[in-house]
Antibody, heavy 119, light 110 residues
Framework: EAQLEESGGGLIQPGGSLRLTCEAS????????MNWVRQAPGKGLEWVSA???????YYADSVKGRFTISRDNSKNNLYLQMNSLRVEDTALYYC?????????????WGQGTMVTVSS | QSALTQPASVSGSPGQSITISCTGT?????????VSWYQQYPGKAPKIIIY???YRLSGVSTRFSGSKSGNTASLTISGLQAEDEADYYC??????????FGGGTRVTVL
C-alpha cells in the first residue's frame, strides 16, 4: 500500500527557515503530480504548492517567493523549503499525491507535520 | 486564489438527505470538471470521496454523490448516517494551475 510520511516540522521564530520532507513508499514520486497542503489549527485546508512530473512548480500567492517545492528522485522524497516564515504560516503541513493529475484530486495524504511560527 | 464558498454547517436527521454547496468562479469550478470532495474526521488527514465532479473513489458509499452547475458544485449525502458526521471540503483545479479549497462544512447528524 502506498504511503506518505512528512517530517521536519517544529517551532521556529518569525523570519526563520525550515525544510519539510515527505517520504514516499511503494510508488515513485517523480511519476506523479505532488503537492503540499496546509491546515491552520481549527481552520480549513489551503493548497500551498505543486510540482509536476516534468518539474514545473506552482505556488499559492500567500507563499510565492518564500517557499520552494522540490523532489529528490534518488531518495523518492518531496521537500518544501520554507523561508521568511510568518506567524500566519503556522499549520499542519500535509503532502498529497494527485494521480493521474493535475486535477486537484488528491488520493493519498500523509499524516502531516506541524509547523509553529512564534516568538 | 480566493477560497471557494461553502456553508459553515449543515445538519440532518438519520436517513435524511443533505446537500453541501461549493461556489466558485469561471476560473475554477466553472472552468473544468475538476471538482473534488474530501471528508475529514477530527485529528485525521482528509480523505477524497468524489473526484472530477461525479466520480466516487472505490469503496466510497453510493450514498455520496456529486454534481455541478455553472460555477457551483454540490455534494449530496443521502440516507444520512451517524458515521457521516465530519468536515467536508470541496476543491477545484484552476486556470492558473493552482488548486483552491472551500472553507469547509461541518456536517452534524441530529
Amino acid at each position: 500500500e502506498a504511503q506518505l510520511e512528512e517530517s521536519g516540522g517544529g517551532l521556529i521564530q518569525p523570519g526563520g527557515s525550515l525544510r519539510l520532507t515527505c517520504e514516499a513508499s511503494r510508488f515513485i514520486v517523480s511519476d506523479h503530480f505532488m503537492n503540499w497542503v496546509r491546515q491552520a489549527p481549527g481552520k480549513g485546508l489551503e493548497w500551498v504548492s505543486a510540482i509536476y512530473t516534468g518539474g514545473n512548480t506552482y505556488y499559492a500567492d500567500s507563499v510565492k517567493g518564500r517557499f520552494t517545492i522540490s523532489r529528490d528522485n534518488s531518495k523518492n522524497n518531496l521537500y518544501l523549503q520554507m523561508n521568511s516564515l510568518r506567524v500566519e504560516d503556522t499549520a499542519l503541513y500535509y503532502c498529497a499525491r494527485d494521480p493521474p493529475g493535475p486535477d486537484g484530486a488528491f488520493d493519498l495524504w500523509g499524516q502531516g507535520t506541524m509547523v509553529t511560527v512564534s516568538s | 486564489q480566493s477560497a471557494l464558498t461553502q456553508p459553515a454547517s449543515v445538519s440532518g436527521s438519520p436517513g435524511q438527505s443533505i446537500t453541501i454547496s461549493c461556489t466558485g468562479t469561471s476560473s475554477d469550478v466553472g472552468a473544468y470538471d475538476y471538482v473534488s470532495w474530501y471528508q475529514q474526521y477530527p485529528g485525521k488527514a482528509p480523505k477524497i470521496i468524489i473526484y472530477e465532479v461525479t466520480y466516487r473513489l472505490s469503496g466510497v458509499s453510493t450514498r455520496f454523490s456529486g454534481s455541478k452547475s455553472g460555477n457551483t458544485a454540490s455534494l449530496t449525502i443521502s440516507g444520512l448516517q451517524a458515521e457521516d458526521e465530519a468536515d467536508y471540503y470541496c476543491s477545484s483545479y484552476t486556470t492558473t494551475r493552482a488548486v483552491v479549497f472551500g472553507g469547509g462544512t461541518r456536517v452534524t447528524v441530529l
